[in-house]
């Protein structure tokens, strides 16, 4: 293989530079020329496509985003579309092209594969909610910025007597949520993977009150509702002073951790040693501290799931 492709998709997370600045380095290390398709899979169908060198990704392992730009794109999820964007990478003389994203980028590397054209996966999300792979790019470096977050609140809360609702990011994984009300030692975490009654999470704020306790901090994932609408209940009820703080697009921000630098940069250059080996159809991601890579086919008919005796573990601490 000579000339590949790479691409960053969907939700930018920080890191996605550092696993771009892995593909193209290693890529050329290994004399084979690299090309950026920019703005996801709606420049590849736009013909958005640059030649990449060593120092085109220069500077930018420390820089969250991702200099490639992304973008979600309906169109790709046509045949249609799909087919424009095969015959701008054969038009380019592009043989293979890695996927940096979550779930819908997956879904578009999948799509590419079942149409013969070779692709590898690399998990770049900050939901942690990819198969495969136990941890994504960008998680570790969201969950600091929660828990960042949530420290800056806690010293609001606990001056004010006050309880504290916080929705942080995940439509439906509750990776952010679970670890980080886990590390900010959160009395109540509200994931989409478990049913939680209010009646409960009402009857626990209570007796913690009944037992002296004069603030509290309650992490909501986004799928599982609104924070906002949460907040009005949980103030309705227990009559206790309720804020409400919606984290948002911060969480996908800032510079990456060393963790997410270094692991962005080892899937990244994992991926090109499977095209340089022949392989396509793959998707890479660590498990055990062990990189691994499974077919991408397979892998995406898995669901992620959450670690349900971490789960167990964040309710026994927050008696
Ligand atoms: O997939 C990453 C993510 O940040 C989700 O947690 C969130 O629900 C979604 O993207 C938000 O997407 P957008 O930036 O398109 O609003």
Known sequence: MKR??????????????????????????????VFGIYRGYAGLIDGDIKKLEVGSVGDIIHRGGTMLYSARCEEFKTLE???????????????????????????????????????????????????????????????????DAIDKIRDTATSHERT????????????????????GGAETILIPEAEDEMDEVIARLKRGSDRGKKHSIIIVAEGVGSGVDFGKKIQEETKFE??????????????????????????????????????????????????????????????????????DLSKELSI
């Open 242 to 311: 309720t804020r409400v703080s919606v984290l948002g697009h911060i969480q996908r921000g800032g510079s990456p951790t060393a963790h997410d630098r270094v692991l962005a940069s080892r899937l990244g250059a994992r991926a090109v040693e499977l095209l340089l080996d022949g392989k396509g159809g793959r998707c890479v991601g660590i498990q055990s501290n062990e990189l691994v890579d499974h077919d991408i086919i397979e892998a995406l008919s898995r669901t992620h799931t959450i670690d349900r005796k971490m789960y």
């Open 81 to 147: 579309g799909q087919l424009k964007g095969i015959e701008n990478l054969k038009k380019h003389g592009i043989e293979a092209l890695v996927v940096i994203g979550g779930d819908g980028s997956y879904q578009g590397a999948k799509k590419l594969t079942e149409h013969g054209f070779p692709c590898i996966g690399v998990p770049g999300t900050i939901d942690n909610d990819i198969p495969g792979t136990d941890f994504t790019i960008g998680f570790d470096t969201a969950l600091n910025t929660v828990i």
């Open 4 to 33: 590949i492709g790479v691409l960053t998709s969907g939700g930018d997370a920080p890191g996605m530079n550092a696993a771009v600045r892995a593909v193209v380095r290693k890529a050329i290390y290994h004399n084979m020329e």
């Open 164 to 183: 504290y609702v916080i929705e942080v990011m995940g439509r439906h994984a509750g990776d952010i949520a679970l670890w980080a009300g886990l590390a």
